[in-house]
């Protein structure tokens, strides 16, 4: 729902979730994750329009995710600080890749979650730096590559999403997170070229490969940093 709603500045609290094509307001039964896409085969109950396969893929990245976390955390303040951070990295992600837009909404609360939590961990100073320099690293990425191509090649809010990366973990998270997705970016990019689905011209969402080296820079940056140094 928030995927389609906040790209489209629609009202989130107060409208309860409908058929986007006829309007149609959805009963509990048509909101069960996964069994009710599979139960009523895709399509709206009401006026049989297709619904977009992104709900079902978000309904099994969801309950993989908060799984995998309890799972790894159990009951703790660790299940409920990553499973925040994920939620919202599901968000952008699939937002950005259907609409080439990150809301501003999600950096923010990103952010001010990032530095909350940051100031309840006595790490304010890491949080504050990982936010800045994570912005300023963007920014100056986004100003070569607009010198290069003549246009734009990163949205404000890839630069917002890195500083709110760096504000939620830190610096060095915040480091492998951009040098990961670039590396992923890179590859899929030239994946996408050598089967003539994109020219070196062409404009790719990069909110999905920072979720994506997010991830990998939690998973494995400490075993990167125990390794090297």
């Not at 329009?49 to 009951?75: D, H, M, N």
Request: glycine letters at 6%; a positive charge.
């Amino acid at each position: 729902m928030l995927i389609h709603r906040l790209p489209r500045n629609q009202e989130i609290v107060k409208k309860p979730s409908h058929c986007p094509k006829c309007q149609h307001k959805l009963t509990w039964l048509d909101l069960l994750p996964i069994l009710s896409y599979l139960f009523l085969k895709g399509r709206c109950r009401y006026c049989r329009e297709k619904i977009a396969s992104r709900y079902l893929l978000v309904e099994i990245s969801s309950v993989f995710l908060f799984t995998t976390c309890w799972l790894i955390f159990g009951p703790t303040y660790l299940f409920l600080k990553y499973s925040f951070f994920l939620s919202i990295m599901l968000l952008i992600f699939f937002t950005d890749l259907e609409t080439k837009k990150i809301p501003d909404s999600l950096n923010y609360i990103l952010i001010c979650t990032g530095l909350f939590l940051a100031f309840y961990e006595h790490s304010i100073i890491d949080s504050i730096l990982g936010l800045i320099i994570g912005s300023f690293i963007f920014l100056s990425i986004g100003f070569l590559a607009k010198l290069y191509y003549k246009k734009d090649a990163l949205g404000g809010g890839d630069v917002k999403l890195s500083g709110a990366i760096g504000a939620y973990w830190g610096l060095s998270i915040m480091l492998f997170s951009i040098y990961f997705s670039f590396l992923i970016g890179g590859l899929v990019s030239i994946f996408l070229i050598i089967l003539k689905k994109k020219t070196n011209q062409d404009y790719i969402a990069f909110g999905p490969f920072m979720v994506l080296g997010s991830i990998l820079a939690l998973l494995i940056s400490d075993y990167l940093i125990i390794l090297y140094f």
